[in-house]
């Protein structure tokens, strides 16, 4: 019909915005720039740390809050640095170290720091979480590598409950390899379930990499029903992947983490 605009060949009327006020819609480089993670070292790890890196045989990483309990408990560790991630508040975090604060621990049971301890407990968003878990390895290069990570219920394909706790582990191939005429701790992660955020960063480092490593994924991670699951196949891998050793006792953090629960439950009704 005569007069009518043709869609195809007729210029798009002009905008409603200035440019300068569709300039405003986007985020600028310096809005969406964070500050890296680093590290700060007690003044103990001088020593060890001559060469720049730390070289353990065993690098455990815990981003759950089950592991951050059992990691508080265990006896015989000290701190032995931080990981610092300046944009996350540490405003309320008790001045003690403990496992509800902000914060990221690092711990060592021995002198030579041979294991080393991490226990992330503050958020780390998706996208960051590839920049965080290369200032790791960038200082820690272990020969072996477990990770102690929890399941999200939208990544999850499967019922979960809160009365039935899981366990399952996935394994990078040079873990595989080793483990073939092993009997696995736990089924290996559903297929079709996703694992992201941290977990993810980890495991798919150590698998670029070639390093031996192993994710264990729990469910629940808002009680203590999986504690005894989860410490099972702690305990039986890191024996398999030093068996001399006596410094992890996983089963006295346990105890000690079932009777604190009880004894925190229990003080809701004094």
Known sequence: MAGMPDPLTDLPPPSRFDPEDLNS?????????????????APSMKKLLQSGVLQPSLLLLSQSNVGAHLLHNLPGKRIIG??????????????EPSPHNKECYLFAVDSDASVVLVSAQYSISPEHSSLWTKTVFKAIQP???LILGTIASQHFRGKLSADDPLLFVLETDEQKSEDKDQVAVAPFFPSGSLVDGVAAAL?????????????????????????????????TLIHRAIPHTSALNFMVAREATEKRRIQS???LYV
Do not use: Y
């Open 25 to 41: 819609f986007a985020l600028g480089p310096e809005s969406v720039e964070i500050s890296p993670p680093f590290i700060v070292w």
């Open 82 to 95: 931080s990981i610092i991630f300046p944009d996350i508040s540490m405003v309320n975090n008790f001045v």
């Open 143 to 145: 020969s072996r590598v």
């Open 203 to 235: 495991i798919t480092h150590c698998q670029i990499q070639g390093q031996k490593a192993c994710l264990l994924m729990s469910w629940p991670d808002t009680n203590m029903s999986v504690l005894r699951l989860l410490v099972s196949a702690v305990t």
């Open 265 to 267: 439950d229990s003080e």
